[in-house]
Structures are given as structure tokens and as C-alpha cells.
């Protein structure tokens, strides 16, 4: 089970820490992943772990002002997000695969989102 939590209301420019509380086994589980749904669209990529943190991958968009982490005991990942701009406006979702992670359908389970709204 994945629990999102950390959105919220900010303004251009401002920072915010997105955290993915995993708890049950991690039976299979090969890496956990940020998607991000703007209205209207499909979820897209924003930055994915391996369980055991070793390697982080980030789409174009965001490289150099999210950053993904997650501590190789603990089961919690967490999103930092910078430099945030009106088009960060999305609901933020954390998902766990025991696959690929670049599209959403690659994915086995989901949080349930968390609203990041940034305001100009």
C-alpha cells in the first residue's frame, strides 16, 4: 500500500518535499516512481528510484530541480521539488513497479495523489 502526502498551495518559485509512505511487502517491487496528471491529461513521468536507491532517473522536464530519494532501510520515498512554477500545477502520484517505469501503465500500484498547486 503507497500513501502520498506533502502537496499543497505555493507560490513561483517556492520548494516542496513530497513524501511516498510504502507500508506491506515490497514483494517484487523493483522501483517507485512520481507521475504527475495535469487536468484533462494522462499521467506522465517525473522521476523514478530502484528499491534499493541505487539508481534515480528523471524525466527531461524536471532534471536539476526535483530530486528523488529514499533512505535503503526505510520504505519511504520522497520528491523534492524546486523552483517550482505554474506548470508544476498537477496531482502528484506515487506508484510502485516490479518493471519499467516510464509509463504509467507500467506500473502495479498506485497512492492516491497528492495536489500541488503553484501559484504566479
Known amino acids: 500500500q503507497l500513501q502520498a502526502c506533502g502537496g499543497g498551495l505555493v507560490q513561483t518559485g517556492d520548494s516542496l518535499r513530497l513524501s511516498c509512505i510504502a507500508s506491506?511487502?515490497?514483494?517484487?517491487?523493483?522501483?517507485v516512481g512520481w507521475l504527475r496528471q495535469h487536468p484533462g491529461k494522462e499521467r506522465d513521468f517525473v522521476a523514478a528510484i530502484t528499491w534499493d536507491g541505487g539508481k534515480k532517473t528523471y524525466a527531461d522536464s524536471n532534471k536539476g530541480r526535483f530530486t528523488i530519494s529514499k533512505d535503503k532501510d526505510k520504505t519511504t520515498v520522497d520528491l523534492q521539488l524546486n523552483s517550482l512554477n505554474a506548470e508544476d500545477t498537477a496531482v502528484y502520484y506515487c506508484?510502485?513497479?516490479?518493471?519499467?517505469?516510464?509509463?504509467?501503465?507500467?506500473?502495479?500500484?498506485w497512492g492516491q495523489g497528492t495536489q500541488v498547486t503553484v501559484s504566479s
Open positions: 506491506g511487502r515490497a514483494f517484487g517491487i523493483v522501483a
Open positions: 506508484a510502485a513497479t516490479g518493471g519499467s517505469y516510464y509509463y504509467a501503465a507500467e506500473y502495479d500500484y
